[in-house]
């Protein structure tokens, strides 16, 4: 056995670099505003242990690319003349989101605050329409809300597209497979009227995953987002993070074998949750075809105590909490999170679940709070996708043009 | 819904200041010489494009504090006088494993080039033996290493103890639960002799799977690390960090519920992999008793044609896949390694183990060759130990008392 050249411990980094310090400074200021502003310089200064000539240089950079404003606070209970205040910028940087699903167009315009501005959202059969005749809507679409946020001072600077397929980690934007769309190996830019608005693409899940993390504003929490769509998808945050996988597959929740002599599943093999949870097999269980929206038909008839739609979600829910048994037990997570359509039926899913958990998960503490349903709903991919741009202009605001 | 406060898209981060970017710099010059050394300072400057003067100064600094020396090289085929380059230490800073297993102890002493210079193993049948009397032995062990590795110029900075439990996400060195020793809410450190050389501990799946990706040299990976000692045990390393969840209680392999409705397991679940792939299980299944070393009883009767014992790991093989196929569809590993005992008993386990995965796997590239024995075996916990605090001196140099 040899040591030598095997002791890093970790992919090498770059060296640090006083660009890089600026940067990472830039970052801890605005950061800082998001979190707890508006804030005066001095206050700022308290939060971050930065100097006070530092974050006034930070704070003058940052209002000259237009991610910060300053505003005449009014006078508070101190003593002195009013003050200052640095606030994220209502009527500048801006994030749009845009929503291919299987039933569905969405696009939302998000301000740096995080704010939705615009929404836009019509209902369309998308299943194995012509990709081309899909993302030329979906940029029609993309095109109508970038302008009515352009009239209220909003300037988008990044744009993701939401999509229910995989999407490998590797540049270029491939979606390698959305079998709900009918799509393989297609990239939307390919496909897109205009170049420089072309989205780039991600996983529904994993939008919905981050959605949510931004929404309950926990910036460092571990959670696995369930949702479904046609299919079952699920995202991993760890830390904060979105983990995509070795490749992009990560979260694949929809396969985990529940039963393993089970139902044959369309992928092949036996016994995959989407075989009792997915949204083919709780309509067929339940008795109702796919019509209009089903999910609120589901919800409506449950809702009256139809005896099959009941026991289809109970068997969804059994299921579920088979599959989720399996993610608390490898991932460790502080809590599950239910959301899509998922979201919408947990009234009716989440007693199986919990008792499922509760009956299987006994060598580590578990309560049945841990498992909630989002408050986004079927809203939560395209509202990360339009998050996932001030996302990142806050993680690193040297991305905004200087002015 | 309101997004402000929300905004921050991470942990807050602390400013970064003029320590923090020499700190970095120490840890990338140590890092490429880890990697690619004995190197010239000039070469040192190319591997990281800092300037010639920072480099020396690192360098100077790092000289200092034990962690490399400079030699003269040998002349090379270049024209010119002989030069002088840096490795690491192997006469310096180094790091003390041990570990306490249900039927042994062990020591290992590493140095700064991850090279193994003192061995030390003991049988000793640690369940239920008082913890104070185990935990003396294994101190004793330890001192003796420590004195033969002074022997050789090295100086232990760090003590990793590796036990079969779980050690939770927090400070304090508190061991859980080790249900094989008896061990409950204990903490090593209250019954070491010396308070100086109280190790901290750490779940032996968890280093085992540090060790193998050391001894890969793959600082990067993602994979799986599964390991069976009288219980089974697995590891996630994600991008080369060690993902312990959000409470250290990630990995819980042997409770992922394989054959839902299947015999009831110790902890109170139904059908956990532990009721088909543990040592218990796969013993009684052999038809063996617990006596000896019931890995190398196994090895030898599946060597030997023994049908039970080939059924037993045929059957432990599948339930083992069924579970992994699992951890593939939600965590999305490069690979899969059998680490400990299974490591000694992949012959058998590897057949079945690979067959249920491709039969499962069906929506995402998979090879067979991705599920592989560790080299380690049984070594690795104990390996890992001592690499985790020679790991923790590459990362920050700055650890090492400055001389």
Redesign the interface.
């Known amino acids: 056995?040899?040591?030598?050249?095997?002791?890093?411990?970790?992919?090498?980094?770059?060296?640090?670099?006083q660009q890089?310090?600026r940067r990472?400074?830039l970052?801890?200021v605005i950061?800082?505003v998001?979190?707890?502003?508006p804030l005066s310089r001095a206050d700022v200064a308290g939060h971050?242990?930065?100097t006070r000539p530092a974050v006034s240089s930070m704070a003058d950079e940052l209002i000259g690319r237009g991610a910060l404003t300053e505003t005449e606070t009014a006078p508070s209970g101190r003593v002195g003349r009013p003050g200052r205040a640095l606030a994220?910028n209502d009527r500048g940087p801006a994030g749009l989101g845009l929503e291919i699903g299987v039933t569905r167009l969405a696009a939302c315009v998000?301000?740096?605050?995080?704010?939705?501005r615009v929404w836009r959202r019509v209902e369309r059969a998308n299943a194995g329409r012509p990709a081309g005749e899909v993302l030329a809507e979906a940029a029609a679409l993309g095109a109508e809300a970038e302008s009515e946020a352009a009239a209220l001072g909003l300037r988008v600077e990044g744009r993701v597209l939401a999509v229910p397929g995989?999407v490998p980690n590797e540049p270029g934007g491939l979606v390698a497979n959305a079998p709900n769309l009918g799509w393989q190996a297609l990239r939307p830019a390919d496909h897109w009227p205009d170049p420089d608005t072309a989205p780039e693409p991600e996983n529904e899940a994993n939008l919905g995953a981050l959605a949510e993390q931004?929404?309950?504003?926990n910036?460092?929490g571990?959670f696995v987002h369930v949702s479904a769509e046609a299919g079952i998808g699920?995202a991993?945050v760890?830390?904060?993070?979105l983990?995509?996988?070795?490749?992009?597959?990560?979260?694949?929740?929809g396969?985990?074998?529940?039963?393993?002599e089970g139902a044959r599943c369309a992928?092949?093999?036996?016994g995959c949750l989407e075989q009792y949870a997915g949204e083919a097999a709780v309509l067929r269980e339940a008795g109702l075809g796919r019509v209009g929206d089903p999910v609120a038909l589901l919800a409506e008839r449950a809702g009256a105590g139809d005896a099959a739609a009941l026991r289809a979600l109970d068997r969804a829910g059994r299921a579920l909490g088979?599959?989720l048994?399996?993610?608390v037990?490898?991932?460790?997570?502080?809590g599950l999170v239910l959301g899509g359509a998922y979201a919408e039926l947990a009234d009716w899913l989440l007693p199986s679940i919990r008792a499922e958990l509760a009956?299987?998960?006994?060598?580590?503490?578990w309560t049945p709070e841990a498992v909630r349903p989002s408050a986004l709903g079927r809203r939560g991919p395209v509202l990360g996708a339009a998050?996932s741009t001030?996302?990142?202009i806050?993680?690193d605001p040297t991305r905004l043009p200087a002015r």
């Not at 983990?243 to 979260?251: C, E, L």
């Not at 037990?329 to 502080?334: S, T």
């Open positions: 056995m040899t040591g030598t050249g095997r002791g890093s411990g970790g992919a090498e980094a770059a060296p640090a670099s890089g310090m990472r400074n970052a801890v950061g800082v998001a979190a707890h502003g971050t242990g930065l994220l998000v301000d740096l605050r995080g704010e939705p995989v931004w929404y309950q504003g910036p460092a571990t699920a991993l760890i830390g904060g993070q983990f995509r996988g070795a490749r992009g597959f990560a979260g694949e929740l396969h985990l074998p529940v039963h393993p992928c092949g093999a036996r088979l599959a048994t399996s993610a037990n490898l991932i460790d997570p502080d009956a299987r998960i006994t060598v580590r503490p998050w001030v996302r990142e806050i993680a």
